[in-house]
């Protein structure tokens, strides 16, 4: 069955920098667009930045992590990055990879509730 997995989480200060890793399994990978997502305690999850199936990094990113986070994929690992730069307490998440079959072109693809598969998130804390 299809499976995500998101890992990589842990506690980093701030300035620092951190590399997120979701695998994905039992997808035709390269025909899915993968996101990031993070949730704050209280809220619902919000996009940080998506990759479409036929992109290698992403061409969304949030105003929040924009120039700062990068999305890429490796396809011959099933394997997507979010590779975060200059973290800032804000930052402190739990942060979550999902899946959908499509691509992102412009906003389009980067609403969570466009995903259909989602893994276990992974807690990402930024100390000041």
């Known amino acids: 069955e299809v499976q995500l997995q998101a890992s990589g989480g842990g506690l980093v200060q701030a300035g620092g920098s951190l590399r997120l890793s979701c695998v994905a399994s039992g997808f035709d990978f390269d025909d899915i667009a993968i996101g990031w997502f993070r949730q704050f305690p209280g809220k619902g999850r919000e996009g940080v930045g998506c990759v479409g199936s036929e992109d290698i990094t992403a061409t969304w990113y949030s105003d929040s992590v924009k120039g700062r986070f990068t999305v890429a994929r490796d396809n011959a690992k099933d394997t997507v990055y979010l590779q975060m730069n200059k973290l800032k307490p804000e930052d402190t998440a739990v942060y979550y990879c999902?899946?959908?079959?499509?691509?992102?072109?412009?906003?389009?693809?980067?609403?969570?509730?466009?995903?259909?598969?989602w893994g276990v998130g992974t807690l990402v804390t930024v100390s000041s």
């Open positions: 999902a899946a959908r079959y499509g691509r992102v072109i412009g906003v389009v693809g980067t609403s969570p509730d466009e995903y259909d598969y």
